[in-house]
């Protein structure tokens, strides 16, 4: 099938603002565009069909459009049916799957739409949920410069390094990965009160995850290919923290389970948090990833 790149496209600004991503996503790849538009018949019977096929389409083409590198090929699909469903089946066995943040029927309150949350949950593979720009945030930058992983002991977050590594050398980008750790205890008075008879050594158990975050980064630094690379360990709410790292990053790159997710969970609270609220694009890659971006 080769290397592809889907995007799923409904006229939105959001939707607008992934295809520009995508495309210099495919265009890095040497790999296909696919732009997949969705429609579903209303509820007025088969005259109405043809009416918001033909509005599909229209948005679709004055989207594609506005692509700058006509040396990236392009497959442009309409296809009737629930857009979520739609998207991800597309989306089967490609390289990446970029959505917008909101559809057309987003609510504005609402920072993640129905679709793109569908995306995040189920897609197979890499999703890249990007958002139309912030006026009160830097530009969007892309490709990215500067990406922004998170990290934990799962495997997730191996996966997820690997895959920012991969990316990174694809864009000749820099990754921070970035390690959150909340002491399980902290908040608990009653622990806290009867803590010395348990001898808590914080600095002990800190200095276990620094040899942690070294011994992860060690196992991937062969996927660096010369990406430059650091490492930082704070405290904090991971999802918290990580959005508000974002805003100073062009990508934020979550596993999508962490080693807090039960084995039945589809993703983790800190990825679907991010996902929500971080202030820029944000890539969360599954678990079952196996390619790295340009294999």
Same mark, same amino acid.
């Given at each position: 099938?080769?290397?592809?790149?889907?995007?799923?496209?409904?006229?939105?600004?959001?939707?607008?603002?992934?295809?520009?991503? #995508?495309?210099?996503?495919?265009?890095?790849?040497?790999?296909?565009?696919?732009?997949?538009?969705?429609?579903?018949? !209303?509820?007025? *019977?088969?005259?109405?069909?043809?009416?918001?096929?033909?509005?599909?389409?229209?948005?679709?083409?004055?989207?594609?459009?506005?692509?700058?590198?006509?040396?990236?090929?392009?497959?442009?699909?309409?296809?009737?049916?629930?857009?979520?469903?739609?998207?991800?089946?597309?989306?089967?066995? #490609?390289?990446?799957?970029? %959505?917008?943040?909101?559809?057309?029927? !987003?609510? =504005?309150?609402?920072?993640?739409?129905? %679709?793109?949350?569908?995306?995040?949950?189920?897609?197979?593979?890499?999703?890249? &949920? &990007?958002?139309?720009?912030?006026?009160?945030?830097?530009?969007?930058?892309?490709?990215?410069?500067? $990406?922004?992983?998170?990290?934990?002991?799962?495997?997730?977050?191996?996966?997820?390094?690997?895959?920012?590594?991969?990316?990174?050398?694809?864009?000749?980008?820099?990754?921070?990965?970035?390690?959150?750790?909340?002491?399980?205890?902290?908040?608990?008075?009653?622990?806290?009160?009867?803590?010395?008879?348990?001898?808590?050594?914080? #600095?002990?158990?800190?200095?276990? $995850?620094?040899?942690?975050? =070294?011994?992860?980064?060690?196992?991937?630094?062969? =996927?660096?290919?010369?990406?430059?690379?650091?490492?930082? $360990? &704070?405290?904090?709410?991971?999802?918290?923290?990580?959005?508000?790292?974002?805003?100073?990053?062009?990508?934020? &790159?979550? !596993?999508?389970?962490?080693?807090?997710?039960?084995?039945?969970?589809?993703? !983790?609270?800190?990825?679907?948090?991010?996902?929500?609220?971080?202030? *820029?694009?944000?890539?969360?890659?599954?678990? #079952?990833?196996?390619?790295?971006?340009?294999?």
């Amino acid at each position: 099938m080769g290397h592809r790149v889907v995007v799923g496209l409904d006229g939105s600004p959001s939707s607008r603002a992934a295809l520009r991503w #995508a495309e210099a996503e495919a265009q890095a790849r040497h790999a296909q565009l696919v732009a997949v538009t969705a429609w579903q018949r !209303g509820h007025r *019977g088969l005259e109405a069909a043809d009416s918001l096929e033909a509005q599909a389409r229209a948005a679709q083409t004055a989207a594609l459009s506005q692509l700058t590198e006509a040396s990236v090929p392009i497959e442009a699909n309409l296809v009737e049916g629930a857009p979520a469903a739609v998207v991800c089946s597309e989306a089967a066995g #490609a390289d990446l799957l970029v %959505v917008g943040a909101r559809g057309r029927g !987003g609510f =504005e309150r609402l920072l993640l739409g129905s %679709v793109s949350t569908a995306c995040v949950r189920h897609a197979r593979g890499p999703v890249i &949920v &990007v958002r139309t720009p912030d006026p009160q945030l830097p530009t969007l930058q892309v490709p990215p410069r500067r $990406i922004l992983v998170g990290v934990d002991g799962s495997d997730g977050a191996a996966t997820a390094l690997r895959w920012s590594l991969a990316e990174a050398h694809l864009h000749g980008a820099t990754v921070h990965a970035l390690w959150v750790w909340r002491d399980p205890y902290e908040g608990d008075l009653a622990f806290e009160l009867q803590a010395p008879r348990f001898h808590v050594d914080h #600095a002990r158990a800190l200095a276990a $995850i620094e040899e942690r975050l =070294e011994a992860l980064v060690s196992a991937q630094r062969h =996927e660096a290919a010369g990406v430059p690379i650091s490492t930082e $360990i &704070v405290g904090g709410v991971p999802s918290e923290v990580l959005c508000a790292r974002a805003a100073h990053a062009d990508l934020l &790159v979550v !596993g999508r389970r962490g080693t807090g997710s039960l084995t039945d969970f589809l993703i !983790g609270s800190v990825a679907l948090a991010c996902a929500h609220h971080a202030p *820029g694009p944000v890539a969360v890659v599954p678990l #079952a990833t196996t390619q790295s971006p340009g294999d």
